[in-house]
């Protein structure tokens, strides 16, 4: 069965200060990974998947998350966070040609100003 | 709008009561999927479909729960009897569904706003 862990359920960080959200992943077979955003009272949006290719993928909003098979870690970072940034983070893993998504429990990052 | 779209996206009940919960995905997507989000986790897949046929089924989801697409187009997810542990957001996705094209792809699930619950 697969698994995802958050480490950090609240990251608070500065206004303009970088930021690292860390994700790890259990799966006995391929997976492809993304990292979701919820802002307050939305549903999920995407921010970025890792399929295959290069182990450096980048998203929207300034996002970008590192594929690494052998820490099994898909870690989300982003080089000057905003206010606007603040909201819930999930990280989630699919089986290849499998279905459902399984998510973690997510990590809250705060923008301190 | 021609994004996931759920109705409502409040819902407040009394224990004991039936509820039902609507999902249009987007319009060209014959794959929809329901989720499950309790406060402090990540949402936990209940159901998918592809076109009506309802394909897999969550161990969560108990016989109180059922959920439909009669036409291959919008979902209802019922939950009845409703139970103070079944106080959640609910959250609905639909995709395109897989391909096999080469290099390989996965179809993008596009989230709802989801449907808040609320049983008292």
């Known amino acids: 069965a697969q698994s995802v862990t958050q480490l950090d359920s609240q990251v608070p960080v500065f206004e303009e200060a970088p930021v690292e959200l860390r994700c790890n992943y259990s799966?006995?077979?391929?997976?492809?990974l993304f990292w979701y955003v919820q802002y307050p009272n939305q549903g999920l949006q995407l921010l970025l998947k890792?399929?295959?290719?290069?182990?450096l993928v980048k998203g929207i909003n300034g996002f970008e998350a590192e594929f690494n098979k052998s820490q099994t870690s898909f870690h989300l970072r982003k080089p000057s966070v905003h206010i606007s940034d603040t909201a819930e983070y999930f990280c989630?893993?699919?089986?290849?040609?499998?279905?459902?998504?399984?998510f973690g429990k997510g990590t809250r990052l705060h923008i301190l100003p | 709008d021609t994004g996931v779209s759920q109705d409502p996206r409040h819902k407040i009940t009394k224990r004991g009561q039936n509820v039902t919960f609507r999902c249009d995905p987007i319009s060209e997507h014959n794959r929809l999927y329901w989720y499950r989000q309790t406060l402090g986790q990540g949402p936990e897949f209940l159901t998918y479909f592809q076109n009506e046929a309802q394909l897999e089924k969550s161990r969560l989801l108990s016989d109180r729960f059922s959920a439909e697409r009669p036409k291959g187009s919008f979902s209802t997810l019922e939950i009845q009897r409703t139970e103070q542990g079944d106080s959640a957001m609910y959250l609905c996705?639909?995709?395109?569904?897989?391909?096999?094209?080469?290099?390989?792809?996965?179809?993008?699930?596009?989230f709802g706003p989801g449907t808040r619950l609320t049983v008292l």
């Open positions: 799966s006995s077979v391929s997976v492809y």
């Open positions: 890792y399929l295959s290719g290069s182990t």
């Open positions: 989630a893993v699919r089986v290849a040609r499998d279905d459902k998504i399984i």
């Open positions: 996705a639909s995709s395109l569904g897989w391909t096999d094209s080469s290099p390989p792809r996965t179809d993008t699930q596009y």
